[in-house]
C-alpha cells in the first residue's frame, strides 16, 4: 500500500504508455552488525514515504544535453528504487535486489553512465546495476562497487559508468567531462581533515606512528621526504598535527575509523572475520590484565614441553575477573571457542604445521636450511660468489666488517671440494643479515634485545638439501664503529654443549630473518611499496581505463590494512615493537633499507639473477635457469610468474597496438609520473625506473604490481603461522649473548639446555602476542578472492580480454596441480623436509581460514 501511495506522488505511471527499461540494482543496507545507527531501516523507510527516494538517472554515451554548454550526455529523467518500505532484510550483513523501472528515451540512445542520488538519512554500498532490454544492447552492466552516502555529503550525484572499457582519446565526447570531473573529485584538494565520506586518495609521509606529546619513548622519526629516512608514501589523512612533524594519533579504541576512501576499507565479511580473530589476540589481557597474568604464571617456559602446552590444551590462568566480565558483555557465540568454558582454558592457539607431524624435526640442520628456500622468508638466501663474505658498508664509518670466516672453519664440510671449486660449480650459499642489521646493532642492543649481526654460509649437497657449515655473530667493536666488528664463527656439531651451542647460534640467525622478514620481505616490499600505486590509480586512471580495469582487483583492502597497521602494529610501542628484535629502532631500520629498493628487481627473474641463485636461458620456458634446482619458492613461483605476464600481456596488447599508444596516453603518463615522483618520491632519481614509452614496459610494470600485491606477499605471509607459530623455529628477539666458555652461563647452558635456550629467545607473554599477531596475519577471510578470479563476472564488456583471463585462471589451475604433484614426489626434498610440511604457499586457491596456502589477488592482510 505504501509503495503504491509513493508511486502515485511520484508521477509513477503503471501502464504501458512509454517504453520501459527494467533494472535489477543490487545493493547492502546498512546493519546492526556494522554497529550503526538501529534507527537507520526505520528512518530511511520514512524518507521513502515522503518521496525522499533513492534516484538514478541514465547518461548518454552518444548524445550530448543541447540545453547544456559543458557537452555532457543527455540525461534520461529519474527513476526510483522499487519496494524500499516492503523489502525486509536481514540485521546481518547481505546483499538485496532491487528493481528499477525507467522510462526510455530514444535521444539517450546509449546509456554510458549513471548518475545516482541518495536522499536517505544513511549510506548503503551499491554494488552492480543491471538494465535488461536496452534497444540495440539488450542487457547493459555497471560495476559500481561503491558506498553511496547521503546526498547532502556530495556536490553532485555519483556517477557510474557502464562496463565499457576506453582509453582517454577514445571516450565518447558526452562521457568525458564526467571522467575527468570523477577523477578531479578522487584527487581532492590537498586540505582539511578527510571524513569517511569522502573519496579523496592522496598522500602524506610516515608522520603518525610516535607522538610528539608523550614520552621521548614514544617519538618516532618522520619516514619519506629526507634523504635521512625516505620511505613509500601513504595514504593522508588530513588529521591536524601535535607539532609542525607530527600527526596526532587516533586513540586505540578508535583505531578502526582511522581515514582511508570509504570503498578501501572492508567489506562486512572480512570486518566480522578480522574482529572475530583479534578477538582472540592477548590484546585485552595485556591491556587490562598484564599484571594478574604475569604475577600468576612465571614469565618464562621451563621446558619445550611447556610452549608445546600453548597448542595442547592451552595455558590454565587463575581466576581474572576481566575474562567473566567480557562473557557477559559479549555473549556471542564465536566467544565459546575464544573464552573457553571447558576448565578455563584460555589462548589455545592451532598446532603449527612444522610441529605437527614431529616436534623436533625443527631442530635438524637440514630443515634449518630448507626453510631459506621453502620457509616464509625464502628471498633472501645468495649465492656466495667470494670468500671470505666481504661488507659493503661503508669502511670510513663502520671499519672492516669483512667475514672472519676462515677456511679453516668450512674446508671439512664441502664433501672434498675445495673452497674455489664449491663456489665454481655453484654450491656455496649465504644467507647474509650483517650489513643491514650492523648500523643499527648498536642502538637495538641498549634495549632489552641482546642478539648479533649474522652470516650463515651453507654448502648445497648431491641430494639437492643445503648443508649448514658456519654461522659467524657479529658485535660492533666496543672501542667504536671504526674499529669494525667483534666475530666468533660457530660450526655444527651434534652431542655436548657444542651441540647446544650451535642450536643457539641458529636461534640467533633465525631471530635476524624474523625482524628482517617482517620488517623488509613483508611490510616494506609488498605492505608499503604498494600503496603508492593504489593511490596514483585512483587518482589518475579512470574506472573506464583498461589499466585501471587490470589493477584493480590487487589493490583490495590493501590502504585498510595499512592504516591499521600504522594504529597498532607498527606504531610507536606497537605489536610489531613489542614482538620483533629491533623494537623502536624497527621502521626506521625498514627505512634505511628502502634506499637500495629497486622496482624492476621485484620482478622474479630479475630477483632470482641479482641473487645468483639463476641465471638467464633463453632456452628456459622461464627465460632463468636455476642453479638450486629444487628451490621451491622459485619452482612454483616462476610458474606463477610467468602465467601473470602472459595474461597481462595479452590484455595490453588488445588495447595498445603500438609504442606511441602508450606514449600518448594521459592518463597512463601522469599515473606514472606521480607513482615515480610522489609516490615513490625519495626513489625518483633512481636510473631504473621504467620510462612508460613502450608497450612492453607497461606490461612488465603492471606483471610486477601484480606480482607483489599477489604472489610474492603470499609466499611471506600465509606461511608465518605454520613455521613462526612455533616460536622456537623462528624466535622474534633474544634477550641474552652466547655464553662464554668458563662463564657462569656457559655452566648454565650445560646443566640444562632447553631452559637457557628459552631463556635467550622470545619471553612468554611476547610470545603470546607474536603467536596472537601471526595467527591473525595467517588467515584467509571468508570473501578473499584469490588470483585468476574476479569478485564479478561482468567486470569488462570486452570479449577478448574476458577470454585471455578465462585462459589465465585455467593456467593457475594446472600449475596447482603440478605443485601438490611435486609435493608428492620423493625425490624433491626440500618440498617437504624433515618436518613432512608441504610447500604450498603458492598454491593459487585456498578455503578460508588458516591453510597455508592460496594466493590472494591483493595485499589485504
Same mark, same amino acid.
Given at each position: 500500500?505504501?509503495q503504491?501511495?509513493?508511486?502515485?506522488i511520484?508521477?509513477?505511471?503503471?501502464?504501458?504508455?512509454?517504453?520501459?527499461?527494467?533494472?535489477?540494482?543490487?545493493?547492502?543496507?546498512?546493519?546492526i552488525?556494522?554497529l550503526?545507527?538501529?534507527?537507520a531501516?526505520?528512518?530511511?523507510r520514512?524518507?521513502?514515504?515522503?518521496?525522499?527516494r533513492?534516484?538514478?538517472?541514465?547518461?548518454?554515451?552518444?548524445n550530448s544535453?543541447?540545453?547544456?554548454n559543458?557537452?555532457?550526455?543527455?540525461l534520461?529523467?529519474?527513476?526510483?528504487l522499487?519496494?524500499?518500505?516492503?523489502?525486509v532484510?536481514?540485521?546481518?550483513?547481505?546483499?538485496?535486489?532491487?528493481?528499477?523501472?525507467?522510462?526510455w528515451?530514444?535521444?539517450i540512445?546509449?546509456?554510458?553512465?549513471?548518475l545516482?542520488?541518495?536522499?536517505?538519512?544513511?549510506?548503503?554500498?551499491?554494488?552492480?546495476?543491471t538494465l535488461?532490454g536496452?534497444?540495440?544492447l539488450?542487457?547493459v552492466?555497471?560495476?559500481c562497487k561503491s558506498?553511496?552516502?547521503?546526498?547532502?555529503?556530495?556536490?553532485?550525484?555519483?556517477?557510474?559508468f557502464?562496463n565499457k572499457t576506453?582509453?582517454p582519446?577514445?571516450?565518447p565526447?558526452?562521457?568525458?567531462k564526467?571522467?575527468?570531473e570523477?577523477l578531479?573529485?578522487?584527487?581532492?584538494?590537498?586540505?582539511g581533515?578527510?571524513?569517511?565520506?569522502?573519496?579523496v586518495?592522496?598522500y602524506?609521509?610516515?608522520n603518525?606512528?610516535?607522538?610528539?606529546?608523550?614520552?621521548?619513548?614514544?617519538?618516532r622519526?618522520?619516514?619519506?621526504?629526507?634523504?635521512?629516512?625516505?620511505?613509500p608514501?601513504?595514504?593522508?589523512?588530513?588529521r591536524?598535527k601535535e607539532?609542525?612533524?607530527?600527526?596526532?594519533?587516533l586513540p586505540?579504541?578508535?583505531?578502526l575509523?582511522i581515514?582511508?576512501p570509504?570503498?578501501?576499507?572492508?567489506?562486512h565479511?572480512?570486518?566480522?572475520?578480522f574482529l572475530?580473530?583479534?578477538?582472540?589476540t592477548?590484546?585485552?589481557?595485556?591491556?587490562?590484565g598484564?599484571?594478574?597474568?604475569v604475577?600468576?604464571?612465571? &614469565?618464562?617456559?621451563?621446558?619445550? !614441553?611447556?610452549?608445546? =602446552?600453548l597448542?595442547e590444551?592451552g +595455558?590454565?590462568?587463575?581466576?581474572?575477573p *576481566?575474562?567473566?566480565n567480557?562473557r557477559?558483555?559479549?555473549?556471542?557465540?564465536?566467544?565459546?571457542?575464544?573464552?573457553?568454558?571447558?576448565g578455563?582454558?584460555?589462548?589455545?592457539?592451532p598446532?603449527?604445521?612444522?610441529?605437527?607431524d614431529?616436534?623436533?624435526?625443527?631442530?635438524?640442520?637440514?630443515?634449518?636450511?630448507?626453510?631459506m628456500l621453502?620457509?616464509?622468508?625464502?628471498v633472501?638466501?645468495?649465492r656466495l660468489?667470494e670468500?671470505?663474505?666481504?661488507?659493503?658498508? &661503508?669502511r670510513?664509518l663502520?671499519? !672492516?666488517q669483512?667475514? =672472519?670466516?676462515?677456511?679453516e672453519? +668450512?674446508?671439512n664440510?664441502?664433501?672434498? *671440494?675445495?673452497?674455489?671449486?664449491?663456489?665454481?660449480?655453484?654450491?656455496m650459499?649465504?644467507?647474509?643479515?650483517?650489513?643491514?642489521?650492523m648500523?643499527?646493532?648498536?642502538?637495538?642492543?641498549?634495549t632489552p634485545?641482546?642478539?648479533?649481526a649474522t652470516r650463515?654460509?651453507?654448502f648445497l649437497?648431491?641430494?639437492g638439501?643445503?648443508?649448514p657449515?658456519?654461522?659467524?655473530?657479529?658485535?660492533?667493536?666496543?672501542?667504536?664503529?671504526?674499529?669494525?666488528?667483534?666475530s666468533e664463527?660457530?660450526t655444527?656439531a651434534?652431542?655436548?654443549?657444542?651441540?647446544?651451542?650451535w642450536?643457539?647460534?641458529?636461534?640467533y640467525?633465525?631471530?635476524?630473518?624474523?625482524g628482517?622478514h617482517q620488517?623488509?620481505?613483508h611490510?616494506?616490499?609488498?605492505?608499503a611499496?604498494i600503496?603508492?600505486?593504489?593511490?596514483?590509480?585512483n587518482?589518475?586512471l579512470?574506472?573506464l581505463h583498461?589499466?585501471h580495469?587490470?589493477?584493480e582487483p590487487?589493490f583490495r583492502?590493501?590502504?585498510?590494512?595499512?592504516a591499521?597497521a600504522?594504529?597498532?602494529?607498527?606504531?610507536a610501542?606497537?605489536?610489531l615493537?613489542?614482538?620483533v628484535?629491533p623494537?623502536k629502532?624497527?621502521?626506521?631500520?625498514?627505512?634505511?633499507?628502502?634506499?637500495?629498493w629497486?622496482?624492476t628487481?621485484?620482478?622474479?627473474?630479475e630477483?632470482l639473477?641479482?641473487?645468483?641463485?639463476a641465471?638467464?636461458?633463453p632456452?628456459s620456458?622461464?627465460?632463468v635457469?636455476l642453479?638450486?634446482?629444487?628451490?621451491p619458492?622459485?619452482v612454483d613461483?616462476?610458474?606463477?610468474?610467468?602465467?601473470?605476464?602472459?595474461?597481462?600481456?595479452d590484455?595490453?596488447s588488445?588495447?595498445y597496438?603500438?609504442?606511441?599508444?602508450?606514449?600518448?596516453?594521459?592518463?597512463?603518463q601522469?599515473w606514472?609520473?606521480?607513482?615515480?615522483?610522489?609516490g615513490?618520491?625519495?626513489?625518483?632519481d633512481?636510473?631504473?625506473?621504467p620510462?612508460?614509452q613502450?608497450?612492453e614496459?607497461l606490461?612488465?610494470?603492471?606483471?610486477?604490481?601484480?606480482?607483489?600485491?599477489s604472489?610474492?606477499?603470499?609466499?611471506?605471509?600465509?606461511g608465518q603461522y605454520?613455521?613462526?607459530g612455533?616460536?622456537?623455529?623462528?624466535p622474534?628477539t633474544?634477550r641474552?649473548f652466547?655464553?662464554q666458555?668458563h662463564s657462569?652461563e656457559?655452566?648454565e647452558?650445560k646443566?640444562n639446555?632447553?631452559?637457557?635456550?628459552l631463556?635467550?629467545?622470545?619471553?612468554q607473554?611476547q610470545?603470546l602476542?607474536?603467536?596472537?599477531?601471526i595467527?591473525i596475519l595467517?588467515?584467509h577471510?571468508?570473501?578473499?578472492?584469490?588470483?585468476?578470479?574476479r569478485?564479478i563476472v561482468?567486470?569488462?564488456a570486452?570479449?577478448?580480454?574476458t577470454e585471455?583471463?578465462?585462459k589465465?585462471?585455467?593456467?593457475?589451475?594446472?600449475?596447482?596441480?603440478?605443485?601438490?604433484?611435486?609435493?608428492?614426489?620423493?625425490?624433491?626434498?626440500n618440498?617437504?623436509?624433515?618436518?613432512?610440511?608441504?610447500?604450498?604457499?603458492l598454491?593459487p586457491?585456498?578455503?578460508?581460514g588458516?591453510?597455508?596456502?592460496?594466493i590472494?589477488?591483493?595485499?589485504?592482510i
Amino acid at each position: 500500500m505504501f509503495q503504491n501511495i509513493i508511486d502515485a506522488i511520484t508521477g509513477c505511471c503503471t501502464g504501458d504508455c512509454k517504453k520501459k527499461i527494467k533494472g535489477t540494482v543490487v545493493l547492502m543496507k546498512k546493519n546492526i552488525l556494522d554497529l550503526t545507527d538501529l534507527n537507520a531501516s526505520i528512518h530511511d523507510r520514512f524518507r521513502e514515504f515522503l518521496g525522499q527516494r533513492v534516484s538514478l538517472r541514465l547518461v548518454s554515451a552518444v548524445n550530448s544535453d543541447p540545453s547544456a554548454n559543458d557537452l555532457k550526455g543527455k540525461l534520461g529523467k529519474p527513476a526510483y528504487l522499487e519496494k524500499w518500505i516492503t523489502t525486509v532484510t536481514s540485521v546481518t550483513a547481505g546483499e538485496t535486489a532491487f528493481e528499477v523501472t525507467f522510462n526510455w528515451d530514444e535521444e539517450i540512445g546509449i546509456p554510458g553512465a549513471l548518475l545516482v542520488e541518495n536522499n536517505h538519512q544513511s549510506e548503503f554500498y551499491l554494488k552492480t546495476v543491471t538494465l535488461e532490454g536496452v534497444p540495440g544492447l539488450g542487457q547493459v552492466h555497471f560495476v559500481c562497487k561503491s558506498w553511496i552516502y547521503p546526498a547532502e555529503h556530495y556536490s553532485k550525484p555519483r556517477i557510474f559508468f557502464t562496463n565499457k572499457t576506453y582509453l582517454p582519446h577514445e571516450t565518447p565526447a558526452p562521457l568525458r567531462k564526467y571522467r575527468e570531473e570523477e577523477l578531479f573529485h578522487l584527487r581532492g584538494n590537498g586540505e582539511g581533515e578527510l571524513k569517511e565520506w569522502d573519496r579523496v586518495y592522496d598522500y602524506d609521509f610516515y608522520n603518525d606512528l610516535g607522538s610528539s606529546k608523550k614520552s621521548s619513548e614514544y617519538y618516532r622519526p618522520v619516514l619519506g621526504g629526507s634523504s635521512e629516512h625516505p620511505y613509500p608514501r601513504r595514504g593522508r589523512t588530513g588529521r591536524k598535527k601535535e607539532d609542525p612533524n607530527t600527526e596526532s594519533r587516533l586513540p586505540l579504541l578508535k583505531s578502526l575509523s582511522i581515514y582511508v576512501p570509504r570503498d578501501e576499507r572492508f567489506g562486512h565479511l572480512k570486518m566480522a572475520d578480522f574482529l572475530a580473530y583479534a578477538l582472540k589476540t592477548v590484546a585485552q589481557v595485556v591491556k587490562n590484565g598484564a599484571d594478574a597474568f604475569v604475577d600468576a604464571t612465571p &614469565n618464562e617456559f621451563d621446558s619445550f !614441553d611447556d610452549v608445546l =602446552k600453548l597448542y595442547e590444551g592451552g +595455558i590454565e590462568l587463575p581466576h581474572v575477573p *576481566l575474562l567473566d566480565n567480557i562473557r557477559k558483555i559479549f555473549p556471542l557465540e564465536f566467544l565459546k571457542e575464544i573464552f573457553r568454558t571447558d576448565g578455563e582454558r584460555f589462548l589455545e592457539f592451532p598446532m603449527p604445521q612444522v610441529i605437527k607431524d614431529n616436534h623436533s624435526a625443527w631442530r635438524t640442520d637440514e630443515e634449518f636450511g630448507r626453510e631459506m628456500l621453502a620457509g616464509v622468508n625464502p628471498v633472501l638466501i645468495r649465492r656466495l660468489e667470494e670468500f671470505p663474505p666481504k661488507s659493503k658498508l &661503508n669502511r670510513e664509518l663502520y671499519g !672492516d666488517q669483512n667475514s =672472519k670466516i676462515t677456511e679453516e672453519h +668450512i674446508q671439512n664440510s664441502l664433501d672434498g *671440494l675445495t673452497i674455489d671449486e664449491a663456489i665454481r660449480n655453484n654450491r656455496m650459499f649465504i644467507l647474509d643479515h650483517h650489513d643491514a642489521l650492523m648500523p643499527y646493532l648498536r642502538r637495538i642492543n641498549t634495549t632489552p634485545t641482546k642478539t648479533y649481526a649474522t652470516r650463515t654460509l651453507l654448502f648445497l649437497k648431491d641430494d639437492g638439501t643445503l648443508k649448514p657449515i658456519a654461522i659467524e655473530l657479529s658485535l660492533p667493536h666496543e672501542e667504536g664503529d671504526k674499529y669494525g666488528s667483534n666475530s666468533e664463527v660457530y660450526t655444527p656439531a651434534e652431542t655436548g654443549v657444542e651441540s647446544s651451542i650451535w642450536q643457539l647460534a641458529k636461534a640467533y640467525v633465525g631471530v635476524n630473518d624474523s625482524g628482517y622478514h617482517q620488517l623488509i620481505s613483508h611490510w616494506l616490499h609488498t605492505h608499503a611499496v604498494i600503496e603508492p600505486f593504489v593511490i596514483a590509480t585512483n587518482r589518475h586512471l579512470s574506472v573506464l581505463h583498461p589499466i585501471h580495469k587490470l589493477l584493480e582487483p590487487h589493490f583490495r583492502d590493501t590502504m585498510n590494512i595499512n592504516a591499521l597497521a600504522r594504529q597498532i602494529l607498527i606504531n610507536a610501542g606497537g605489536f610489531l615493537e613489542l614482538t620483533v628484535y629491533p623494537s623502536k629502532y624497527a621502521l626506521e631500520m625498514s627505512s634505511s633499507l628502502y634506499r637500495i629498493w629497486d622496482f624492476t628487481e621485484q620482478a622474479l627473474p630479475e630477483d632470482l639473477k641479482k641473487r645468483g641463485v639463476a641465471v638467464d636461458d633463453p632456452n628456459s620456458p622461464h627465460g632463468v635457469r636455476l642453479l638450486i634446482k629444487d628451490y621451491p619458492y622459485a619452482v612454483d613461483g616462476l610458474e606463477i610468474w610467468s602465467a601473470i605476464k602472459e595474461w597481462v600481456r595479452d590484455y595490453c596488447s588488445f588495447y595498445y597496438k603500438t609504442d606511441e599508444m602508450v606514449q600518448n596516453d594521459t592518463e597512463i603518463q601522469s599515473w606514472w609520473k606521480e607513482v615515480r615522483e610522489v609516490g615513490h618520491g625519495d626513489r625518483k632519481d633512481a636510473p631504473w625506473w621504467p620510462k612508460m614509452q613502450t608497450r612492453e614496459e607497461l606490461i612488465e610494470s603492471c606483471t610486477i604490481i601484480i606480482w607483489v600485491a599477489s604472489a610474492l606477499h603470499a609466499a611471506v605471509n600465509f606461511g608465518q603461522y605454520p613455521y613462526g607459530g612455533y616460536l622456537l623455529n623462528r624466535p622474534s628477539t633474544s634477550r641474552r649473548f652466547m655464553p662464554q666458555k668458563h662463564s657462569p652461563e656457559y655452566e648454565e647452558l650445560k646443566s640444562n639446555p632447553e631452559k637457557f635456550f628459552l631463556e635467550t629467545i622470545t619471553a612468554q607473554l611476547q610470545t603470546l602476542l607474536g603467536i596472537s599477531l601471526i595467527e591473525i596475519l595467517s588467515r584467509h577471510s571468508s570473501d578473499e578472492v584469490y588470483l585468476g578470479k574476479r569478485d564479478i563476472v561482468e567486470w569488462t564488456a570486452d570479449e577478448e580480454p574476458t577470454e585471455a583471463f578465462k585462459k589465465f585462471g585455467k593456467k593457475l589451475v594446472v600449475i596447482e596441480k603440478g605443485i601438490l604433484n611435486m609435493n608428492r614426489d620423493a625425490r624433491y626434498k626440500n618440498r617437504v623436509g624433515p618436518v613432512k610440511v608441504p610447500y604450498t604457499l603458492l598454491v593459487p586457491t585456498s578455503e578460508a581460514g588458516l591453510t597455508g596456502r592460496g594466493i590472494p589477488n591483493s595485499v589485504s592482510i
